[in-house]
């Protein structure tokens, strides 16, 4: 967790740069940050909550009923 808190700081710190080199907009600003941080939460819980959220159970609860109703089961 401490990693993907690191790198999203890289991430901004870069981005801080980018935008102040350019001389945005504060709307700019707000928009980069806030996905920033949303993203960061995301990747989070994401981390956090790994177990549930691993992509073979959510594909196997989408596709689940179509192969059992193919199969005849």
């Given amino acids: ?3 993907i808190c690191l790198l999203f700081a890289a ?3 870069a981005e801080g740069s980018y935008l102040h080199r350019r001389k945005r907009k504060r709307s700019t600003w707000y ?3 806030g996905s920033i941080a949303i993203m960061l939460a995301i990747s989070e819980v994401l981390y956090a ?3 549930r959220f691993q992509l ?3 594909i196997q609860a989408a ?3 179509l192969e059992r109703a193919l199969l005849g089961k």
């Fill in 31 to 33: 928009v980069v940050f």
């Fill in 11 to 13: 991430i901004a710190t």
């Fill in 49 to 51: 909550e790994w177990d």
């Fill in 56 to 58: 073979a159970q959510w």
């Fill in 63 to 65: 596709f689940g009923p």
């Fill in 1 to 3: 967790m401490i990693a």
